[in-house]
């Protein structure tokens, strides 16, 4: 079955510091792989997906995340926090069929 | 721009009751979806539609469990006699396609079993 592993729960930056959020997939066929994000009290809005024609996709708010099959890893960077990033990350994978497995979730704090 | 609707925004009932959870999708969206998220837990596929019936479906959707879509617009979940587990964020989403589209999620409905 297909899964993805965020590694740790909770992430603090400083404001204009480098974010990295973590995320490993398993998956016996080429995956779809998707980030989420999911602010308090709301829905969870894409950020950006790969679906296998570049390695490295850019998202919105000036989010990248680089597919890398040989570390089976998608991890999601952004050069400089806001504080506006403040959310809940979710890493999902689409096994090609419909659904969304997603990851556990990686909170984002951003301090001043 | 389109967006996924969920009616209501919280919801409190009784165990043993009944409850009816509405979602309007994306108006040419083929594929639907709910999920849930108990709090502090990450997000969990419930069921997905598409022309007209379940496609897939997790453990958790159990004989309690029901969609439906009864007019073409709207989706709905259905909870025969909730249980205190119950209680979660449940989520609606909809995409033009399966695979590699993106879904499109609401807001969520919080359901809260007393």
């Known amino acids: 079955a297909q899964s993805v592993t965020q590694l740790g729960s909770h992430v603090s930056v400083s404001e204009g510091a480098l974010v990295l959020l973590r995320c490993n997939y398993s998956?016996?066929?080429?995956?779809?792989l998707f980030w989420y994000v999911q602010y308090p009290n709301q829905g969870l809005q894409l950020l950006l997906k790969?679906?296998?024609?570049?390695?490295l996709v850019k998202g919105i708010n000036g989010f990248e995340a680089e597919f890398k099959k040989s570390e089976t890893s998608f991890h999601l960077t952004k050069p400089s926090a806001h504080m506006s990033d403040a959310a809940e990350y979710f890493c999902?994978?689409?096994?090609?069929?419909?659904?969304?497995?997603f990851g556990t979730g990686t909170r984002l704090l951003v301090s001043p | 721009e389109p967006e996924v609707t969920q009616t209501p925004s919280h919801q409190v009932t009784q165990m043993g009751q009944e409850v009816i959870l509405r979602c309007v999708p994306i108006?040419?969206?083929?594929?639907f979806y709910w999920y849930r998220q108990i709090l502090g837990q990450k997000v969990e596929f419930l069921v997905s539609f598409y022309n007209n019936e379940i496609s897939e479906k997790s453990e958790i959707f159990d004989d309690q469990f029901s969609v439906e879509r009864p007019d073409g617009s709207n989706f709905t979940l259905k909870i025969r006699s909730t249980k205190l587990e119950d209680s979660a964020m449940y989520f609606c989403?909809?995409?033009?396609?399966?695979?590699?589209?993106?879904?499109?999620f609401g807001q969520g409905t919080r359901l809260t079993v007393v």
């Open positions: 999902a994978v689409s096994p090609g069929f419909q659904k969304l497995v």
């Open positions: 998956s016996s066929v080429p995956p779809y």
């Open positions: 989403a909809s995409s033009p396609r399966g695979g590699e589209a993106e879904a499109f």
């Open positions: 790969y679906t296998s024609a570049a390695t």
């Open positions: 108006s040419n969206h083929l594929y």
